[in-house]
C-alpha cells in the first residue's frame, strides 16, 4: 500500500505538472498572438507609400511613413514580419508619402542606414528636403537636417537620393527659386543637387537644369564609373514634356530619351525608371500621353548619347503606369502596374539579352484595395516584387520562381 499511495502521488503531481504546462503554453500562445496583433495593427497605420532595400546579409529594410513620421523597420523573413517601427524624426512633421514623393532608404557599406524625405509646408506645393543617418544599426537616427539652402516656402520637393561605393550621398531634387525670381515666364522648375558625407552637413546646392517638370519622380543610379545619372521629365521647347538624361559630373550635356512631343501645360505626376548595365548601357522606361505615342515604352542607350526607338508594352486599355527597371548584366526585369476596372495588377516582362528581346507579359500579383506602386530589389541571389496594399498587405515576391514556372 505504502508504494501505491506513492504512484498515486506521483501520478497526481504528473498530471498536476501536465496541466501548469499546459495553462503555459496557452498563455505563451496568448501573448504571441497579442503580440502579432499588436504589431498587425501597428502595420495597418503605416502608409501605402513604402521603400524597401536589402543589406549585404539578405536582411530587408523597409521606410514608410505614419502619424507625421517617417518610419523604419526591418524584416529577417523576406518580409513576412517586420521588426518595431523606429521613428526617423523625433518631432512630428507633414510628410510627403504618397505617389511619386516618398521617403527613400540606402544602407552603407559600413552598416549605416540613410533616410531622405519631403516635409509639406503651409503654403501650397512647398516643401523642405530632410536627410538623416543611422549608426547604430538603425534603432536610433540623427536629427534630419535640411538638404536645400534655399529656405523660402517655395516647391523644394520630389528628391531622390543615392550613396556611391565611398559612402557620399548625392540628392537631386525639384527646386522652384529660380521661377521664384523670374516669374511667370519661368517653365516648370530647376534641378538641383548636394551631397553630404554624414547626414549632418550638406554642400552648396547646385543647380543642374532650368525648366525640369513640377511634380515627377526623378531616377537615379550610378555609372559603371561611379557617377550618379539622372532621368526626368523635362520640358522641351514650350510644353513638349518628355525626358531627359544627364550624367551628374562637370562635362555632361543633357540627352533627349526620346522625342514624343508630349505637349501638356500640367505636370502628369509621373516620372520614368533607370537601370545602368555592368557594361555601361542605360535601360529607361517611362509613360507618355502624346499624339505621336501613348502609354508605357522603354529603350536603351549602349553609347551614353543615343538610345534606340522607343520600345510599347503593356496594355494599353489598362491603364498601364509607373514602371520599374532593374538590371544585372544582361538580365533585365520590368515591372509595371495596370487597373482594368475591378482590380490592379503587377506586370512583368524579363530579357536575357540586355534588352533586345523580352518575354511574355506574366501577372506576378493583384489587389482589389488601394495599392502602392511595384518595387523591384534583389538580395544579391533572387529579384523580388515588393508590393503594399490596403487589404492585401505588403507582398515581397520573388520572381525567379515566377519566371521559372511561366
Known amino acids: 500500500m505504502g508504494v501505491m499511495k506513492i504512484v498515486v502521488a ?26 502579432d496583433a499588436v504589431s498587425h495593427a501597428a502595420h495597418e497605420k503605416l502608409g501605402l507609400a513604402t521603400n524597401v532595400v536589402f543589406d549585404a546579409n539578405g536582411r530587408l529594410w523597409r521606410v514608410s511613413s505614419a502619424d507625421e513620421h517617417v518610419i523604419v523597420q526591418y524584416s529577417d523573413d523576406k518580409g513576412r ?17 504618397d505617389g511619386d514623393n516618398r521617403p527613400k532608404i540606402a544602407l552603407a557599406s559600413n552598416g549605416a542606414v540613410y533616410v531622405s524625405y ?18 547604430d544599426g538603425g534603432r536610433n537616427f540623427s536629427a534630419p537636417i535640411t538638404v ?16 556611391d561605393a565611398q559612402g557620399k550621398v548625392h540628392v537631386v531634387w525639384i527646386d522652384k527659386r529660380d521661377q521664384a525670381a523670374a516669374g511667370k515666364q519661368y517653365a516648370g522648375a530647376a534641378l538641383y543637387y548636394a551631397t553630404s558625407t554624414d547626414a549632418t552637413h550638406v554642400t552648396s546646392n ?7 517638370c513640377e511634380c515627377c519622380r526623378i531616377a537615379m543610379a550610378l555609372d559603371t564609373d561611379g557617377v550618379p545619372v539622372i532621368v526626368w521629365r523635362h520640358i522641351f521647347g514650350k510644353s513638349a514634356r518628355d525626358h531627359a538624361l544627364q550624367r551628374l559630373d562637370d562635362r555632361s550635356t543633357l540627352i533627349r530619351v526620346a522625342e514624343d512631343d508630349w505637349e501638356i501645360d500640367a505636370c502628369p505626376h509621373h516620372g520614368p525608371t533607370l537601370a545602368v548595365a555592368s557594361d555601361g548601357t542605360y535601360h529607361v522606361a517611362w509613360f507618355t500621353n502624346s499624339a ?27 491603364q498601364p503606369g509607373h514602371p520599374a527597371l532593374w538590371v544585372r548584366g544582361q538580365n533585365i526585369y520590368l515591372a509595371w502596374k495596370e487597373f482594368d476596372g475591378t482590380r490592379s495588377a503587377v506586370r512583368l516582362m524579363r530579357s536575357t539579352d540586355g534588352g533586345r528581346r523580352w518575354s511574355a507579359t506574366q501577372t506576378i500579383a493583384t489587389a482589389q484595395s488601394g495599392n502602392d506602386y511595384p518595387l523591384l530589389v534583389a538580395d544579391g541571389k533572387t529579384v523580388y516584387v515588393s508590393w503594399n496594399a490596403q487589404r492585401e498587405g505588403y507582398r515581397l515576391i520573388p520572381l525567379d520562381e515566377k519566371v521559372a514556372s511561366r
Open 292 to 318: 505621336k505615342r501613348q502609354g508605357l515604352f522603354y529603350a536603351r542607350s549602349t553609347d551614353r548619347a543615343t538610345f534606340d526607338a522607343p520600345m510599347p508594352f503593356g496594355d494599353l486599355q489598362a
Open 206 to 212: 547646385r543647380k543642374l537644369v532650368d525648366h525640369g
Open 81 to 97: 514580419r517586420f521588426s518595431a517601427p523606429v521613428k526617423v524624426n523625433a518631432e512630428p512633421e507633414n510628410i510627403a508619402a
Open 148 to 163: 536645400n539652402d534655399d529656405r523660402a516656402a517655395i516647391s523644394h520637393r520630389f528628391e531622390s537620393f543615392l550613396l
Open 118 to 135: 519631403t516635409v509639406h509646408l503651409p503654403q501650397p506645393y512647398a516643401g523642405h528636403i530632410r536627410l538623416s543617418r543611422s549608426i
Open 10 to 35: 506521483l501520478n497526481a503531481k504528473v498530471r498536476s505538472l501536465a496541466v501548469l504546462m499546459a495553462m503555459l503554453c496557452t498563455m505563451s500562445v496568448a501573448v504571441a498572438q497579442e503580440h
